[in-house]
């Protein structure tokens, strides 16, 4: 078996590897700057922060909810190769126009540039839409099958990296430059694209239905009613709630808990996304290339015990003096802060460790021709998830609810989490 890392150097895996870490560096560089300068440059209310996050985030999700059956159909149907240069084109396109967005914002025209630029995210979240089946679809194409955990592994990993650095750029850039910036990305991206090798379908031609209602249901239904494939992508699904829920208290919990400024925000985006690549590259070496979900129950127990100490540390956080908010350099001379951030980042190592099996499973236990079809309906799942799980963001914030006690809903969670996958455990392993 090639070392995973080693497949970095073959031309089957590069490009592809290359192109989607620059489209999620991409997604979350563009999202972040949006949030952050809707919560530290527009709002001054913790609810309407929290309000505002929690759309930006039900906006990204909901093209996955409504048209992930289309896109498993559509890569399922014709060369994923082809679908990749198609969507890294209306990339540029979508960078364009939410860059508009931005200078209209920055014209004093804040209204109509904030909603140029969710209009902006949510075509973004189509883009991911079209583009999320091909990159774990198009694995067990290219690689052997020793190969498809290793390649996982590193899909996710440089997804997360490239959550990191978009994170981390979007704090301390201003909003106007992380515009130019995904343009140029962008642009990158489209090169890379083109050097994807050919992934032709596998089975014979689809009867594509393009009626996202009827063909979501179906897919789903097809899907879920296989017993190993129901399991994991609930397992998956309840991971992302978790994710999503985590991601939309953040800058919240940043900015009106931890008394923090921008940057400390993106930090801890930044540090729980390189936990899950750790994670991921850790579950990898720890299963030695065979695709089992063993390891995953007690990974999410473990996540949930760190998420309840977060809870702890956050409410004994000492906040800034005199109504101010701490900037890096005083945020990390805080005696609590390492402590907070390793925790930070336990949440995310044992996530990582928990998901990435699953998503190896996913691919690996249907034939090729229904793959990306089988990621699609996960995505569909996943997408409603996350959808509840912002929508309870709103609705526990308006009850009143702070994000540390929010904290302790994400540990409930984590327990579901493992119940599902023992279960699955116990079925295929």
């Not at 991911?128 to 052997?144: C, N, R």
């Not at 020793?146 to 990191?164: K, Q, R, W």
């Not at 430059?177 to 090798?197: E, Q, S, Y």
């Not at 609810?401 to 079925?427: F, N, R, T, Y």
Request: charged share 10%; hydrophobic share 55%.
């Amino acid at each position: 078996m090639i070392n995973a890392l080693g497949l970095l150097k073959e031309r089957r895996f590069l490009p592809l590897f290359t192109t989607q870490f620059l489209g999620a560096f991409n997604d979350n560089l563009f999202k972040t700057a949006l949030v952050l300068f809707a919560t530290y440059q527009v709002f001054n209310d913790p609810q309407q922060e929290s309000y505002f996050n929690a759309l930006a985030t039900g906006l990204a999700i909901l093209p996955f909810f409504v048209l992930s059956a289309l896109s498993g159909q559509l890569a399922d149907t014709y060369d994923k190769a082809r679908i990749i240069r198609i969507v890294k084109t209306a990339e540029i396109g979508i960078m364009l126009f939410g860059g508009a967005g931005i200078y209209v914002a920055k014209l004093g025209y804040t209204n109509v540039g904030i909603g140029m630029m969710l209009g902006a995210v949510f075509m973004l979240g189509t883009h991911s839409t079209f583009f999320g089946p091909i990159k774990y679809a198009i694995l067990p194409q290219h690689l052997k099958d020793d190969e498809v955990l290793g390649g996982t592994g590193l899909v996710e990993a440089a997804t997360y990296l490239s959550i990191l650095m978009g994170t981390v750029i979007a704090g301390w850039v201003s909003v106007e430059t992380a515009g130019f910036l995904t343009l140029a990305v962008a642009a990158i991206g489209w090169f890379t694209g083109r050097l994807v090798p050919p992934a032709p379908r596998a089975g014979p031609m689809l009867d594509v239905n393009f009626n996202p209602v009827t063909s979501s249901w179906r897919l789903v239904g097809a899907t879920m009613h296989i017993p190993r494939l129901f399991l994991a992508i609930c397992a998956i699904s309840f991971f992302w709630t978790i994710g999503s829920v985590l991601i939309v208290i953040f800058p919240p919990l940043a900015k009106n808990l931890l008394t923090a400024d921008e940057r400390v925000a993106s930090l801890m985006i930044a540090i729980f996304s390189v936990g899950v690549a750790i994670g991921s590259v850790i579950i990898n070496a720890m299963l030695k290339g065979k695709i089992s979900a063993k390891y995953s129950p007690m990974s999410v127990i473990l996540m949930a015990v760190i998420v309840g100490i977060l809870s702890v540390e956050a409410r004994f956080w000492v906040p800034a003096p005199n109504g101010g908010l701490y900037g890096v350099l005083e945020f990390v001379r805080m005696p609590q802060a390492w402590l907070l951030l390793l925790t930070l980042m336990g949440i995310s190592i044992t996530g990582g460790m928990f998901v990435v099996p699953l998503y190896a499973f996913l691919t690996t236990t249907v034939t090729k021709d229904q793959t990306a079809r089988t990621v699609a309906a996960n995505n569909i799942v996943n997408a409603g998830a996350m959808t509840v799980g912002a929508i309870a963001v709103i609705a526990i914030t308006a009850a009143g609810v702070g994000p540390e006690d929010m904290l302790l809903l994400v540990c409930a969670m984590c327990i579901i989490s493992a119940w599902i996958a023992q279960k699955l455990h116990l079925a295929c392993d």
